[in-house]
Nanobody, 121 residues
Framework: QVQLVESGGGLVQAGGSLRLSCAASGTIFSVGIMGWYRQAPGKQRELVATINSIGTTNHADSVKGRFTISRDGAKNMVYLQMNSLKPEDTAIYYC???????????????WGQGTQVTVSS
């Protein structure tokens, strides 16, 4: 069983910064790709950034140069550093982790509960 616990988020003024954190806990044998998604009101959930097990990152064009995804040495936490925030970044941000609990069990994607990021103008 795997749970993702997110922290961070909140209200920030345009141009400000926030750092989101997501910790994967439970029975985890291996962690693969990790990512952040976001969903604004009335819009579809969209990919923000991903990072694989060797640190290769991918950032959506809308956040490239402003957001940076990273993961810790234990590969069980993923972060999203958000700088130069804009009102259009306002959304619920979700952590997503690909992992398996045992070497004999299948890999699954897990979602965090989401954390609200609100950027005021």
């Amino acid at each position: 069983q795997v749970q993702l616990v997110e922290s961070g988020g909140g209200l920030v003024q345009a141009g400000g910064s926030l750092r989101l954190s997501c910790a994967a806990s439970g029975t985890i044998f291996s962690v693969g790709i990790m990512g952040w998604y976001r969903q604004a009101p009335g819009k579809q959930r969209e990919l923000v950034a991903t990072i694989n097990s060797i640190g290769t990152t991918n950032h959506a064009d809308s956040v490239k140069g402003r957001f940076t995804i990273s993961r810790d040495g234990a590969k069980n936490m993923v972060y999203l550093q958000m700088n130069s925030l804009k009102p259009e970044d306002t959304a619920i941000y979700y952590c997503n982790v690909h992992c398996r609990s045992l070497p004999t069990t299948p890999w699954n994607f897990y979602w965090g509960q989401g954390t609200q990021v609100t950027v005021s103008s």
